[in-house]
């Protein structure tokens, strides 16, 4: 019922900035929190920064003071800026969305999370 797709990823040198987007459309009455997560390969997905519907945001200790996330909820988007980029910030980024919905099979809403595809982040000279 919910698609997330993710733009902004690409290849930029240490010290650089990106704008990562995420869009969410199909049918749903509300997007609760949503984040951006990372993932290299081998390791585990890990949560970079979250925000809530009402504003709250959460950032992991290593992107503190250099990332900023937002969201226009008018747009159902969320952004995460990405200012003084490291090459360990180098990984694949996901969107990820709580959302609530109506289920036909369960005649009631409920709570789903849903992933985009994933943007890749390369941070290299």
């Known amino acids: 019922q919910v698609q997330l797709v993710e733009s902004g990823g690409g290849l930029v040198q240490p010290g650089g900035s990106l704008r990562l987007s995420c869009v969410a459309s199909?049918?749903?009455?509300?997007?609760?929190?949503m984040g951006w997560y990372r993932q290299n390969p081998g390791k585990q997905r890990e949560l970079v920064a979250s925000?809530?519907?009402?504003?709250?945001?959460n950032y992991v200790d290593s992107v503190k003071g250099r990332f900023s996330i937002s969201r226009d909820n008018a747009k159902n988007t969320v952004y995460l800026q990405m200012n003084s980029l490291k090459p360990e910030d180098t990984a694949v980024y996901y969107c990820?969305?709580?959302?609530?919905?109506?289920?036909?099979?369960?005649?009631?809403?409920?709570?789903?999370?849903?992933w985009g595809q994933g943007t890749q982040v390369t941070v290299s000279s």
């Open positions: 925000i809530t519907s009402a504003g709250r945001i």
């Open positions: 990820n969305a709580d959302v609530t919905y109506y289920s036909r099979i369960y005649s009631a809403t409920r709570r789903g999370v849903y």
């Open positions: 199909g049918s749903f009455f509300s997007i609760n929190a």
